[in-house]
């Protein structure tokens, strides 16, 4: 069985699992999915637009605005999300030890400056599905809080090809990006960072 690099408060990280050449295949099907459903500014609850650019594929995406967090059927243009591209979806079936499979692929686009607050994922109708996420380009300090927001945290740094799984206890465990490390690889054209995450939706 394979086993994961480390295991932080119950989150698995799993260092280098996907080949450079795997990771350059999910990047050129990500650059289809985005001429299909380009990558926009969700704006906060309170107005303010994320420094994260975000699309999705899959049956549903996720979207924010100030009327708040929530899955939508459509991209903003009003067309289907794109499918998820099957090199994600096989990360997916390696991994997640789940029946299901994922509703949705969010794509999360760090630039220079993008952060992303400390958060659960907790859209979803179910919690009993885990999240699968994907890091591709920059490294990214990613914290890992607990299940109430608050309390001390612990920060590792994810490379790109690194997978994280957060299921069981630790599926609705407080998490955020303080920063990447822009520059820090080449995968991707303009620099930047994607972190792809699998989620069942409904
Ligand atoms: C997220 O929590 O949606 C993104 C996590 C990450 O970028 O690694
Ligand atoms: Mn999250």
Redesign the pocket.
């Known amino acids: 069985m394979p086993m994961p690099s480390k295991i932080v408060r119950g989150i698995e990280i799993w260092a280098e699992y996907l080949p450079e050449a795997e990771q350059r295949r999910i990047v050129a099907d990500l650059r289809s999915v985005v001429a299909s459903a380009p990558l926009f500014s969700p704006l906060t609850p309170y107005g303010k637009p994320m420094s994260v650019k975000m699309t999705s594929a899959g049956r549903y995406g996720w979207f924010s605005d100030r009327r708040g967090y929530r899955y939508v059927a459509e991209h903003p243009s009003g067309a289907a999300w794109p499918p998820i591209p099957d090199a994600v979806i096989r990360v997916w079936n390696a991994l997640s030890r789940c029946e299901r499979q994922p509703d949705c692929c ?1 794509i ?1 686009y ?1 630039r220079r400056n993008s952060k ?1 607050g400390m ?1 659960r ?1 907790s859209d979803e109708a179910s919690f009993e599905y885990p999240v699968v ?1 994907i ?1 591709l380009g920059d490294s ?1 300090l ?1 914290r890992i809080g607990n299940l109430e927001r608050g309390g001390k945290t612990e920060s590792v740094w ?1 490379r790109s090809g690194d997978i ?1 799984i957060l299921s069981g206890e630790s599926r609705l465990a407080y ?3 303080d920063r990447i490390e822009f520059g820090s690889s080449d995968l991707l054209r303009n620099g930047g960072r994607v ?1 792809l ?1 699998l989620r069942v939706v409904d």
């Open positions: 969010l999360n760090y992303m958060h994922d996420s890091s990214a990613f994810l994280v998490h955020g990006v972190n995450t």
